[in-house]
């Protein structure tokens, strides 16, 4: 891990956690929005983490943000930063100045929507900035606003360049939602695992009991297989940008996805009943691990993607395809 | 736990190149069934080129046979050989263990007497570990070498040696003096290098499932061993044979072992399509990558002298979860009818192969609870 993306994750690991555990996932739940929280990550420059610097920006690199992305998965912080983040690379790379506030990306079902100022679209290769007019409010089953906009014609336009293409909003989703699974996969294991050694049955911690210890044990490896999916795929974007990353990026949304599927089911299985409740923290990023599957496409989704151009190449050029991509 | 990408080695893009180059030569003599086994076949002559080429002992000195490679570079060969199905079992064990054990631990004298032969394809070397009441617990094992004038003489019984009756040496872990009383079974172990053609070593090989001979009985019956036949410290065999495992458990052997029914699966797929057959390819092709990232995220910390023995058992764990899949996806998507021959004959070797996947180099219980201790459980 470099320097600056060590002390970042640092910063954004205190801010967040400060915050006040799953209180501030409540609020939202309740319709609001955690203004300290967001300004917090605001102060330290993290809405124009992606932007270079000579556009004013800090100039992360992509692997760095999708580390800072997996420190909110952790969490399950119930701010749009990492959309934001997204939505202002974007714009700059399509040569619009970056407008303050909150970035809502697309406008159906557009994450925490109704507390954005300005939405960006794209249409091929053409992005538009748009004030946020009114929003229909919505939710995916991890609670978090999911909101049809209104939103008034567009105030600024530009063209992507072609390393991030037509698709660019999708796949960077995919790789934010990717990076907080690896998050929240990494926080359910550690629940989980404290759990284990502190339930008492039959005279003992349950994970003294082998059929636990192997099940976490599973875990483990689908957590270690997400975070390197991740990396991956982030180091692909910064080595090809995002168009050419949809490979990568595709590995890591369906790892994720199969990930979170086996990860939610085993850790509701080693906290049984007292993970179903509504007053235990688990379900927070159980439910959040089930909406991140679907957002950004979901594991089946980009399989069928992945699986149809593999299927077009050709079993003698799937090996070396693959490692014809090494960064 | 942690994975680190490393960066891809300079130069590795033409060292596949030439790889492929040789591959594709050698491998039109391969059988389906020599591609299934892989690294569990066993073709002296084969091994002798890769020898001769270079890709043997790649990161050891030149004084000893080695090349001064890079062990990312070695990574490259090793994936370029397995994704090919190549027989690679005869130099397999000696590269990936043996070798860079004597090379760590081991005197000069066995440094210089056995290193080069290795390198060169010409030494085979098996794994002396098992025994009848020795599996899981490793520690239990009774084989013991005694203290004689000018060496140690051996008795006792190893099982399940992979090429043991085709192999020129065993390293061989056994009892040199008696577990202390309530104290750690682990200590009074040690490791020898053993000539099989000793006298008082009879092999007896065992069939496999398959009908293949691949593993065998090897009985030591007072066999006299030099003094200079023990490797590393007296006594410290539990600690060496462990820290062998990093490098046993982690490299592409653990998830691409069903890699080349992958490759013929595609074609077979695109010849006959099956609705939906995608999703099921894509979700092996995203955990094939998943994985590679993987294994050379613990080859970056193997050659930057870390030791991943967690992370290592992390990858073996996904990998055998992965690759006794593989075929069985296959199965789901394929009549065999609509198969070409080669493809049915490729998977019905690798049914019979995939039990072995989660066995032979510890079992999956055994790695899962290595990571459950690491993650505070035990
Ligand atoms: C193809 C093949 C090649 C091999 N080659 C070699 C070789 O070259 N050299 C060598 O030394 N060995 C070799 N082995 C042996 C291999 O290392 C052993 O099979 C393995 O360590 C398991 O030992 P076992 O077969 O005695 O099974 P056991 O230890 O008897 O285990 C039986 C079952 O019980 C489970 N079990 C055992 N203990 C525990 C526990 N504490 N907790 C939970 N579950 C447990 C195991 O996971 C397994 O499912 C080979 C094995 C195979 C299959």
């Not at chain 2, 019984?157 to 090429?163: E, L, Q, S, V």
Request: net charge negative; with cysteine.
């Amino acid at each position: 891990m470099n320097e600056l993306r060590g002390i970042l994750v640092e910063q954004v690991e205190r801010l967040v956690a400060d915050a006040g555990g799953v209180a501030p996932l409540r609020e939202v739940e309740a319709g609001g929005f955690p203004q300290a929280l967001w300004d917090g990550l605001s102060e330290q420059g993290l809405a124009l983490a992606l932007v270079p610097e000579e556009a004013g920006g800090v100039g992360l690199s992509w692997g760095d943000a999708a580390a800072l992305w997996q420190v909110l998965g952790q969490h399950g912080a119930p701010v749009p930063m990492a959309e934001t983040m997204l939505g202002a690379a974007l714009l700059s790379a399509a040569g619009v100045e970056v407008p303050d506030g909150v970035l809502a990306l697309g406008e159906k079902g557009a994450p925490f929507g109704r507390h954005a100022t300005n939405a960006v679209k794209l249409d091929g290769a053409r992005l538009t900035l748009h004030a946020v007019e009114g929003a229909t409010p919505g939710a995916n089953i991890g609670r978090e606003p999911r909101d049809d906009l209104t939103l008034a014609p567009r105030s600024a336009a530009g063209i992507l360049p072609n390393s991030h293409g037509p698709r660019a909003l999708r796949l960077g989703l995919a790789l934010i939602r990717a990076a907080q699974i690896a998050g929240a996969m990494e926080r359910i294991l550690a629940l989980a695992v404290d759990w284990a050694n502190t339930r008492k049955q039959f005279g003992r911690p349950i994970g003294k009991f082998q059929a636990v210890q192997q099940q976490l044990a599973a875990m483990a490896g689908e957590v270690a297989a997400v975070q390197v999916a991740v990396s991956n795929a982030a180091r692909a974007v910064d080595a090809r940008g995002l168009a050419e990353a949809a490979f990568e990026i595709g590995c890591a949304k369906v790892v994720a996805g199969e990930a979170a599927t086996f990860g939610a089911a085993t850790a509701h299985q080693v906290f049984a009943a007292i993970g179903i409740t509504e007053d235990h923290e688990l379900h927070h990023f159980t439910r959040r691990l089930w909406a991140w599957r679907e957002e950004g496409g979901t594991d089946r989704a980009w399989a069928a993607e992945i699986g149809k151009l593999a299927l077009a190449r050709g079993g003698a050029n799937l090996w070396p395809d693959l490692t014809a991509r090494d960064a | 736990m942690r994975f680190d990408l490393p960066d891809t080695p300079p130069g590795a893009e033409a060292l596949r190149a030439e790889l492929r180059a040789f591959l594709a030569e050698a491998g039109r003599a391969w059988t389906p069934e020599i591609r299934a086994r892989s690294w569990m076949g066993f073709d002296r002559d084969f091994s002798r080129e890769v020898g001769a080429r270079g890709w043997i002992g790649m990161t050891w000195p030149k004084a000893y046979g080695g090349h001064e490679r890079s062990g990312l570079e070695r990574v490259v060969v090793l994936e370029e050989m397995l994704a090919a199905g190549a027989p690679v079992g005869a130099h397999w064990i000696g590269d990936r263990q043996s070798g860079p054990l004597i090379l760590r631990l081991g005197t000069e004298e066995q440094r210089r007497r056995i290193l080069p032969g290795i390198a060169r394809g010409e030494l085979a070397f098996c794994i002396g570990l098992s025994e009848p009441d020795a599996g899981s617990d490793l520690a239990n094992l009774r084989t013991k070498a005694e203290r004689v004038p000018g060496g140690w003489k051996l008795n006792g019984r190893k099982i399940w040696t992979t090429f043991a009756h085709k192999s020129d040496y065993m390293i061989a872990l056994v009892r040199t003096s008696p577990a202390p009383e309530g104290g750690s079974r682990h200590a009074g172990l040690s490791q020898f290098l053993v000539d099989l053609r000793l006298s008082g070593i009879s092999i007896r090989p065992i069939r496999d499932l398959a009908g293949a001979d691949s593993f065998n009985e090897v009985t030591f019956d007072d066999v006299m061993l030099k003094e200079d036949d023990l490797v590393g410290a007296e006594g410290a065999g539990w600690a060496q044979a462990t820290s062998e495992l990093a490098f046993e458990r982690s490299g592409p052997d653990r998830y691409l072992s069903s890699y080349p029914a992958l490759s013929l699966g595609l074609d077979a797929l695109a010849a006959n399509p099956v609705p939906g057959a995608e999703v099921t390819v894509g979700r092996m092709v995203a955990r094939l990558s998943a994985l590679r990232g993987m294994s050379l995220s613990v080859g970056g910390m193997l050659e930057r002298g870390e030791d991943p023995a967690v992370e290592a058992a992390l990858v073996k764990d996904v990998g055998n979860v992965f690759e006794q899949a593989l075929p069985e996806h296959l199965r789901g998507l394929l009549d065999p009818e609509d198969s070409p021959a080669e493809l049915r004959a490729l998977l019905a070797a690798l049914t019979q192969l995939t039990p072995t996947f989660s066995l032979r180099g510890g079992t999956r219980e055994i790695l899962r609870g290595i990571i459950a201790r690491d993650l505070g459980l035990r």
